[in-house]
């Protein structure tokens, strides 16, 4: 990729100080959209922002098994491509995409499924509420598998040095959701009014909108993504190897979300 920094050459500082500054500016971007979802929920009521803080959790607790599949690929294919081990390099960003599609779709799956017993979790006192978390849930998670594979492209481009595609797509995907935040909650110009839901399809509408842009940026990609094959048969050793690597962390953000939930059940009991 022409944007691509080369990392095994040249001065370090340079190379790592144009790697990571648009790193740091897409997890400013990803917290901006977190504050423009509640920016818009706060106007609706505080019932809203309770069932959009309640179901968001289950959002936190999925970014572990996005984070699983994205840590290990994210290794795997930088040292692939350290060694001069190309085809290795396409193996791991396969397998690292087929887990995230299948975690994705399973999550997103049960999260449907299962929303009743998933909010009736926290013990929320509100109907209201109650019926808002639901229906959030469906939505953000039932759709989470692009959430899971625009974690998965942002690991694997930045591991060929690639940051800036991950920062342009989050960028693009922000606007998105600044503009459609506001016309699906409250029902702009030929929209109906959706509230809680209007929030909830707006969040999935954008990450969409990023994984396209990731796609398009991945098909002019020669090194890697022109020749991975989604549908051909799991490469075992690479995809134990890449859980291997993903689990402690992805272990370690599913814990910490997990006692977070714990604590947001006592407090709504009060």
């Known amino acids: 990729m022409k944007k691509s920094i080369n990392l095994l050459e040249g001065p370090i500082l340079p190379s790592l100080s144009g790697l990571a500054l648009p790193i740091m500016a897409t997890s400013l971007i990803q917290m901006a959209y977190n504050l423009t979802d509640m920016i818009w929920i706060g106007r609706v009521g505080s019932s809203a922002v309770a069932a959009v803080g309640a179901a968001g959790m289950y959002m936190w607790l999925a970014n572990g098994l996005a984070t699983l599949a994205k840590m290990g690929g994210q290794v795997k294919v930088a040292q692939a491509l350290g060694a001069e081990e190309n085809k290795q390099a396409v193996s791991y960003a396969k397998s690292a995409l087929q887990l995230g599609i299948t975690l994705g779709l399973i999550y997103g799956i049960l999260s449907v499924v299962l929303a009743n017993p998933l909010i009736d979790f926290f013990k929320l006192n509100s109907a209201k509420v109650v019926a808002d978390a639901k229906i959030?849930?469906?939505?953000?998670?039932?759709?989470?598998?692009?959430?899971?594979?625009?974690?998965?492209?942002?690991?694997?481009?930045?591991?060929?040095?690639?940051s800036r595609t991950s920062f342009v797509a989050t960028a693009v995907g922000l606007v998105i959701n600044i503009v459609m935040d506001p016309v699906l909650i409250f029902g702009i110009g030929p929209f109906a009014e959706m509230g809680v839901m209007g929030a909830g399809v707006a969040t999935v509408f954008a990450q969409m909108i990023v994984t396209?842009?990731?796609?398009?940026?991945?098909?002019?990609?020669?090194?890697?993504?022109?020749?991975v094959r989604l549908l051909e048969k799991v490469d075992r050793e690479s995809m134990m190897t890449i859980v291997k690597i993903g689990f402690p962390t992805g272990v370690q953000s599913m814990i910490f979300t997990s006692i977070s939930m714990i604590i947001a059940r006592m407090i709504a009991g009060f």
């Open 136 to 162: 959030y849930l469906q939505i953000t998670c039932g759709g989470v598998v692009f959430s899971f594979l625009n974690q998965i492209f942002t690991g694997i481009m930045t591991a060929m040095g690639n």
């Open 212 to 227: 396209a842009v990731f796609i398009l940026a991945a098909l002019k990609d020669e090194i890697i993504f022109q020749k």
